[in-house]
């Protein structure tokens, strides 16, 4: 878990929206968002790192990548698959609660947080039925992104 958040692209979304949130561009607060003292980018980046191993991690593995944390929680307890993705989807509950908590309590901007908080929504949004290109399944993220971007707003 210590590799696996920074390992996403959270961390640097995040440095880049800091900035576009604050007045004053604080160095120290620049430095902490990629080190582990900034709570709420590491729950962020843990969220959609499991999100993401819970919807392509099977599909990865059977393309010879390395171990998601499904199967790294098999092999270190024994447990079944169904057992190690409930341990996950309770994982990323409980970093939900911690997120929450830090939200209140962190020393950024207001709408830094708030978009951290888009983020985190959006990865479990995109990861809840594969990821669209990593997965053969892809039919329901082609309608998100259709229904999005394309398809137009009734207006009556
Ligand atoms: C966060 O999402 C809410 C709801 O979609 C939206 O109203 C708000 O503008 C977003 N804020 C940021 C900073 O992205």
């Not at 908590?101 to 985190?120: D, H, S």
Request: hydrophobic content about 40%.
């Amino acid at each position: 878990m210590q590799n696996a958040w920074i390992s996403t692209s959270v961390p640097a979304f995040l440095i880049h929206l800091y900035c576009v949130f604050s007045d004053q561009i604080s160095i120290q607060i620049l430095e902490s968002l990629s080190e582990d003292r900034q709570h709420v980018v590491r729950c962020s980046a843990i969220v959609l790192r499991l999100a993401n191993d819970l919807a392509t991690s099977q599909d990865e593995l059977a393309r010879g990548d390395v171990l998601k944390s499904v199967h790294c929680y098999m092999h270190e307890t024994g447990a079944s698959e169904k057992e190690a993705r409930a341990h996950v989807q309770q994982m990323i509950s409980d970093t939900w609660n911690e997120m929450n908590y830090e939200t209140k309590i962190a020393l950024v901007p207001r709408g830094f947080v708030e978009a951290a908080m888009n983020l985190t929504r959006m990865s479990q949004c995109i990861y809840q039925h594969g990821d669209g290109h990593g997965r053969s399944v892809i039919a329901k993220t082609v309608e998100r992104v259709m229904s999005l971007l394309v398809s137009p707003v009734p207006l009556d």
